[in-house]
C-alpha cells in the first residue's frame, strides 16, 4: 500500500493537495487524529480495497495533532512506509488568503494572523524536518502545485516540473527560497536616470532601457538555455520546483526586467513559470 500523509501550514493549499491525490487514485482521509493511522492502515489491508491511502493532518486536529510524531515513529516500527508532503507559504501569502475567505486561522481565533502563523510555524518544525518534499505555494497555481506532487510521486512525468522566477533587492537581503541568486548590477542602474527613477521594472521605458543594454538579452538567454539543459538532471535527482532569483541593489528596476524576460521566454517555449517580485 502506498502512503502519503499531507500536512504543513493551514492556508497552505493542502485541500488542493488531497484533490490532486484523490485525482491520482489516492483514498484521501483529512483531518485524521495521528494515533488512528495505523489502525486504519490494519483495517484497510484487512479488506483490500486500497492501494494509495493519503491522510491530511494538521493544526485543526488540535491535541490530537500533538501525537503525530509518535504515530510516524509507529508506522516505522511497524514496518509501514510513508511519504510526508509539508506545504507552506509565505507569511503575506496566507494573511492575503485568510483575508479572501474571511475564515479565521485556527491558531489565531481572536483574529492575529500574522502571530498565529508564527505559532503555527514553530509548533510544525520537527514535522516539516521528517518531510519527504517541502512544497512552498506562495506563488503556485493550482496547476503548478499539482504538477510538483505529480512529479514528486513519479519522476518520469517529465511535464511535472515547476518554476518560480523571482526578483529581490540586495539590501533588503538574501532571499531564503531562493534555489539560484544570480547578480544583475552589472547592468546600468535606472535609478540614476532622473526620469525613470520612480518607475519599475514593469514600467516599458524602464524596461526598454534596461534590454537597450545588448549584455541583458544575452544574459537573458543563457539562463533561460541553462534552466531548459538542467530541469532534466533535477527531475534525475528527485527535485521537482526550481526558484530563480535575480537581484539589484533595490528590487525594483533592474531584476525585475530580467525576471519578466526570462519568464516570458520560457513561457514562449511552453514551460510556464510563477513570477515573484519580492520587494517591488
Not at 22 to 29: K, Q
Request: some cysteine; hydrophobic content about 40%; proline content about 4%.
Amino acid at each position: 500500500m502506498e502512503l502519503i500523509i499531507v500536512t504543513g501550514l493551514s492556508g497552505a493549499g493542502k485541500s488542493h493537495a488531497a484533490n490532486c491525490l484523490e485525482d491520482l487514485g489516492f483514498y484521501c482521509v483529512d483531518n485524521m487524529p495521528p494515533r488512528l493511522m495505523t489502525d486504519f492502515l490494519r483495517l484497510a489491508e484487512d479488506k483490500g480495497e486500497f492501494e494509495k491511502v493519503a491522510f491530511v493532518t494538521d493544526i485543526r486536529g488540535r491535541y490530537f495533532f500533538g501525537d503525530l510524531i509518535e504515530a510516524l515513529d509507529e508506522l516505522t516500527r511497524a514496518g509501514i512506509e510513508y511519504k510526508i508532503i509539508f506545504l507552506e507559504a509565505t507569511t503575506p501569502a496566507i494573511v492575503r488568503r485568510y483575508k479572501e475567505t474571511r475564515r479565521a486561522h485556527p491558531m489565531a481565533p481572536q483574529g492575529d494572523i500574522e502571530a498565529g502563523i508564527e505559532k503555527e510555524r514553530e509548533k510544525l518544525a520537527d514535522v516539516k524536518s521528517r518531510a519527504s518534499i517541502v512544497i512552498d505555494t506562495s506563488d503556485l497555481k493550482v496547476a503548478q502545485l499539482n504538477s510538483v506532487i505529480k512529479g514528486f510521486l513519479s519522476a518520469e512525468d517529465k511535464d511535472s516540473f515547476t518554476l518560480t522566477i523571482m526578483s529581490f533587492g540586495y539590501k533588503h537581503g538574501m532571499p531564503d527560497e531562493a534555489d539560484w541568486v544570480l547578480d544583475v548590477r552589472f547592468l546600468p542602474n535606472p535609478f540614476y536616470v532622473p526620469t525613470l527613477k520612480e518607475l519599475t521594472g514593469r514600467n516599458k521605458k524602464v524596461r526598454e532601457y534596461v534590454l537597450s543594454k545588448p549584455e541583458a538579452g544575452k544574459f537573458a538567454s543563457r539562463v533561460t538555455g541553462l534552466i531548459l539543459d538542467l530541469i532534466p538532471s533535477y527531475i534525475k535527482e528527485g527535485k521537482y520546483h526550481l526558484t530563480v532569483a535575480f537581484g539589484c541593489t533595490g528590487g525594483r528596476h533592474r531584476s525585475v526586467v530580467i525576471a519578466e524576460t526570462v519568464a516570458e521566454r520560457l513561457e514562449e517555449i511552453g514551460r510556464l513559470a510563477a513570477v515573484k517580485h519580492r520587494d517591488l
